[in-house]
Nanobody
Framework: QVQLVESGGGLVQTGGSLRLTCAASGRTFSNAGMGWFRQAPGKEREFVAGINWNGGLTYYAGSVQGRFTISRDNAKNTVYLQMNNLKPEDTAVYFC????????????????????WGQGTQVTVSS
């Protein structure tokens, strides 16, 4: 069983940057893809970015492509989301999740393909 803890959220002005961290406990981290999702008030949780089990593949939502970068350090059981050029529409609670299928050859991009969700970290971008 993996437990995920997100951190790094906060309040930032438009155009600013934040780096989110997802720390995982447990032995099954390095064999699974990881994903970042977000949920704004009144909206459904949406995919933001994903990375496959060995870090060789990444995939982004169109709304963050070119601004956000996902990476992982399997030696530290950690996944990162570097967010640059933030916009007010990026305001949401950000969650990380673990792909439910080990060693998937592509990056999963739907919520039903992930589990072990963390508690989330709030990102607020002021205009």
């Amino acid at each position: 069983q993996v437990q995920l803890v997100e951190s790094g959220g906060g309040l930032v002005q438009t155009g600013g940057s934040l780096r989110l961290t997802c720390a995982a406990s447990g032995r099954t981290f390095s064999n699974a893809g990881m994903g970042w999702f977000r949920q704004a008030p009144g909206k459904e949780r949406e995919f933001v970015a994903g990375i496959n089990w060995n870090g060789g593949l990444t995939y982004y939502a169109g709304s963050v492509q070119g601004r956000f970068t996902i990476s992982r350090d399997n030696a530290k059981n950690t996944v990162y989301l570097q967010m640059n050029n933030l916009k007010p529409e990026d305001t949401a609670v950000y969650f990380c999740g673990k792909d439910i299928r080990p060693l998937r050859t592509v990056v999963a991009s739907t919520g039903r393909e992930y589990g072990s969700w963390g508690q989330g970290t709030q990102v607020t971008v002021s205009s």
